[in-house]
């Protein structure tokens, strides 16, 4: 690993924490995100998140683009063995103002796809949502802390975590109008909660079978032949 990219790999480590001033209107705008309808819409309410995120954290507002196509992906064997959710890309600043890249546009893009890469099929609200925070992380590293190189490091999770927990708080028990709760975002696809199952039964230590307590009857007859059997060894 060169010198830079372990500067950056290392840099990326030490911090863990993406504070948002405003987790009430990031809320606002991510619960708009996952009721949008379509590409277009979901592209419209993404890009406000991403202004609030961004002014928020003091950097410049990503474009964001969603296609409305199906992830680039790879297939070995008649499977999917991978799938592009979305991807961050630096533009090079103009000459004139290294602010923005040529012809006045946002230095950095995120691209989210809409469609998933076997079917077709709709992207679901939460995983998109996911994948524009995940993407947004990585312009964050670029714009924030400098890094020339956005690793997927213990930090970079550490901080994507942080910033999730607290559009998940804003989420809480707000619900959209006319649409069902949104789930909480913890790791992209949402988690099912197992019913509760009694506690197995304890079992008896392996080697032997478990011995009971004697009976009544046991009681009264052990002692008579254990008697009996140390007078006819005592012959």
């Known amino acids: ?22 987790s009430d209107a990031a809320g606002r705008a991510a619960r708009a995100v996952l009721a949008a309808p379509d590409a277009a819409g979901r592209q419209a309410a993404g890009q406000r ?11 410049p507002t990503p ?16 499977r999917i063995i991978y799938s592009l959710q979305g991807d961050y890309r630096r533009r090079q600043p103009s000459p004139a103002d290294p602010a923005v890249a040529r012809g006045g ?6 691209r989210v796809l809409h469609r998933t890469p076997a079917r077709g099929a709709v992207v679901r609200p939460s995983a998109f949502l996911h994948t524009l925070l995940h993407e947004f992380c990585h312009h964050h590293d ?64 392996r080697g032997r079978p478990a011995r009971r307590a004697p009976g009544p009857m046991e ?6 032949l254990d008697r009996l059997w140390s007078i006819i060894r005592g012959r």
């Open 105 to 110: 546009r946002p230095i950095g893009r995120i």
């Open 63 to 78: 474009e964001l683009v969603v296609p409305d196509a199906q992830q680039p992906h790879r297939r070995s064997g008649g």
């Open 142 to 205: 670029a714009e924030a802390l400098g890094l020339m190189r956005s690793f997927h490091t213990a930090g970079f999770y550490a901080r994507l975590r942080h910033l999730r927990g607290q559009i998940d708080g804003a989420l809480d028990d707000r619900g959209t109008p006319g649409a069902p709760a949104p789930r909480p975002l913890r790791g992209g696809p949402a988690h099912r909660r197992s019913p509760r199952r009694p506690p197995p039964r304890p079992r008896p230590l």
């Open 219 to 224: 009681q009264l007859v052990l002692p008579f």
């Open 1 to 22: 690993m060169a010198r830079t990219k372990q500067a950056d790999y290392r840099r990326s480590n030490r911090r863990t924490t993406l504070g948002i001033p405003d």
């Open 49 to 59: 998140l991403l202004d609030l995120l961004a002014a928020g954290t003091g950097i």
